[in-house]
């Protein structure tokens, strides 16, 4: 075992499909233990964290943090620890996977609402991507490079009247090339020349929602749609 691992655990791929994971964009202080630490990402059913402390796996540990003048607290379980860097005065960094193993209701509900933020705060920044997209479409410049989704269309010069619809079945997406605008109950529709980057995140995003949130999501497809078919 290399000396930067502590009982280091590979990434399950199931475990990330069935927990995902939102990446914190600045840094929230965290109390892990009785060390002081920082959040790098959280779903609904754990964390990571950078701490100064070490954490063996397995162990319980007491976390905490402050959010928008609420506070979260919950015990967790030590998935796996490792060494992620040497500070500069001789100390240790140390990167760990938590699992909840006591919420309560009360620290759910915060939890809830931590993560939809996030969740919002990324839709809009993606959705403001895609507009960036549709808005370069309706001003091609004659030596701009093809992107990637475009490459792949059925034809070498797609139109703003060309989408991929992407559905999501039985765990599984499906995207098809097509001439209809009309946002699918089951995932969304948005122009063809969208970059492939942005389709994937937005496919992520989708499946983290709930019900509430993947009509938003349709709602605000829908809007880049028109606002790209109307610019034409």
Not at 53 to 65: L, W
Not at 129 to 140: A, F, I, Q
Not at 203 to 227: F, I, N, P
């Amino acid at each position: 075992m290399s000396a930067l691992e502590i009982d280091a655990l590979p990434e399950n791929p199931a475990d990330r499909r069935r927990e995902p994971r939102l990446r914190l964009t600045s840094a929230v202080p965290a109390r892990i233990g009785r060390g002081e630490g920082s959040l790098v990402d959280l779903s609904l059913h754990g964390m990571r964290v950078r701490h100064s402390t070490p954490a063996g796996r397995g162990t319980r540990v007491r976390v905490s943090f402050e959010w928008r003048g609420e506070r979260f607290a919950a015990t967790a379980e030590v998935l796996a620890s490792r060494v992620a860097a040497l500070t500069a005065d001789g100390g240790t960094l140390f990167e760990s996977r938590l699992r909840f193993v006591d919420l309560t209701a009360d620290a759910h509900e915060v939890l809830d609402r931590v993560l939809g933020t996030i969740r919002n705060r990324d839709l809009r920044r993606w959705v403001a991507n895609l507009r960036g997209w549709t808005d370069e479409e309706t001003t091609p410049h004659a030596n701009a490079p093809l992107r990637d989704a475009r490459a792949a269309a059925p034809s070498a010069t797609p139109s703003l009247s060309a989408f991929l619809r992407c559905r999501f079945r039985d765990g599984r997406w499906e995207k098809q090339w097509t001439r209809d605008a009309t946002q699918p109950l089951n995932g969304f529709v948005l122009p063809a020349s969208v970059d492939t980057g942005e389709i994937a995140r937005l496919c992520s995003t989708y499946e983290q929602m709930d019900a509430d949130g993947r009509h938003l999501l349709r709602l605000m497809a829908a809007a880049v749609v028109k606002e790209g078919v109307a610019g034409v």
